[in-house]
């Protein structure tokens, strides 16, 4: 008797495990219901936005592919010469986990669509513009060179530093806070409407709302001077944040803008838990760079008038 005893519940046990194996993982969650995404999150990565043309017709690379494009990648950037010191720099020494050669998914080919004639007249306007009249105050630099927004989103890309976000939750509203010029975007979660189309902000408006257990952020009206990848003033960018495991963090965005690309393109990446903390990026603060682009714009012409 007690052998069997013994015996069921062996059985009993290692059915147990295998269940428990089986199980998908279920996502902490906030006490109103919802999956807890809130922490620290890093996205720095090797893998470029772009395909590039050594892997086209190419969606993935092999584990060997992408040790030596890692390396390629580490040595090429370690040649370049930057405004920050080496030190200062945090690419992402590794591509994504699935190995993909783009963060684009869609279009298959990895690419940015191209823009339509409307986009690329505006784009050729802007250079001219530029060239005609590069300095002659500061709201003729672009809003990166003027400290003003550098890198928050949306959507989210890795860059060459600062690759640190926080995610902080409360029943109404998400905020999303970057360690890029340390901005923090409000996501209300009411269902309040979208605020009229006259009405432009620097990060867009975002409104967001739960699909299962993704976050949909949906964000429009960004300010007529901001142009991701050559997007106009009816950029639409919507971003989905799903937790794929107790570390990692799966985003995903699509733009959307029918005056400036001719298809909506998206892309995707997962971003890991860290424990490090954000810290300030004092960017106005020592701006010396757009000082230094007005002083020699002003040399330029005190030259010019020399002669």
């Known amino acids: 008797m007690k052998a069997r005893v013994i015996g069921s519940a062996l059985v009993a046990l290692t059915l147990a495990v295998a269940v428990s194996a089986q199980a998908p993982w279920a996502p902490p969650r906030t006490p109103d219901g919802h999956p807890d995404l809130q922490g620290y999150w890093y996205f720095g990565s090797a893998t470029p936005l772009e395909r590039p043309k050594e892997f086209e017709g190419k969606a993935f690379l092999t584990a060997e592919e992408a040790a030596a494009f890692e390396r390629r990648t580490d040595e090429r950037r370690g040649d370049v010469l930057a405004v920050h010191a080496p030190e200062w720099l945090d690419y992402g020494k590794h591509v994504g986990a699935d190995r993909r050669t783009s963060l684009i998914i869609d279009p298959p080919d990895g690419r940015v669509p191209p823009l339509t004639p409307a986009a690329q007249a505006r784009a050729a306007a802007r250079r001219a513009?530029?060239?005609?009249?590069?300095?002659?105050?500061?709201?003729?630099?672009?809003?990166?060179?003027?400290?003003?927004?550098?890198?928050?989103?949306?959507?989210?890309?890795?860059?060459?530093?600062?690759?640190?976000?926080?995610?902080?939750?409360?029943?109404?509203?998400?905020?999303?806070?970057?360690?890029?010029?340390?901005?923090?975007?409000?996501?209300?979660?009411?269902?309040?409407?979208?605020?009229?189309?006259?009405?432009?902000?620097w990060l867009g408006s975002s409104r967001g709302h739960w699909d299962g257990d993704?976050?949909?952020?949906?964000?429009?009206?960004?300010?007529?001077?901001?142009?991701?990848?050559?997007?106009?003033?009816?950029?639409?960018?919507?971003?989905?944040?799903?937790?794929?495991?107790?570390?990692?963090?799966?985003?995903?965005?699509?733009?959307?803008?029918p005056t400036a690309f001719t298809r909506p393109w998206t892309g995707a990446f997962t971003m890991t838990r860290t424990s490090d903390m954000i810290l300030e990026f004092a960017c106005h603060e020592g701006n010396y760079g757009l000082m230094n682009i007005l002083r020699a714009a002003r040399t330029e012409e005190q030259k010019t008038r020399e002669k």
Do not use: K, W
């Open 214 to 257: 993704t976050l949909t952020v949906e964000t429009t009206n960004f300010a007529e001077s901001i142009s991701f990848r050559g997007s106009d003033e009816h950029l639409r960018v919507v971003e989905r944040f799903t937790l794929a495991g107790p570390d990692e963090l799966r985003y995903e965005f699509t733009i959307n803008d």
């Open 129 to 201: 513009r530029a060239q005609s009249s590069p300095a002659d105050n500061p709201e003729d630099r672009s809003p990166q060179e003027r400290c003003i927004v550098f890198g928050a989103g949306p959507p989210l890309l890795p860059g060459p530093y600062n690759n640190n976000m926080q995610i902080v939750q409360t029943p109404g509203a998400v905020v999303v806070l970057s360690e890029m010029i340390h901005d923090a975007r409000i996501v209300a979660l009411d269902a309040r409407p979208a605020p009229s189309p006259s009405m432009r902000f």
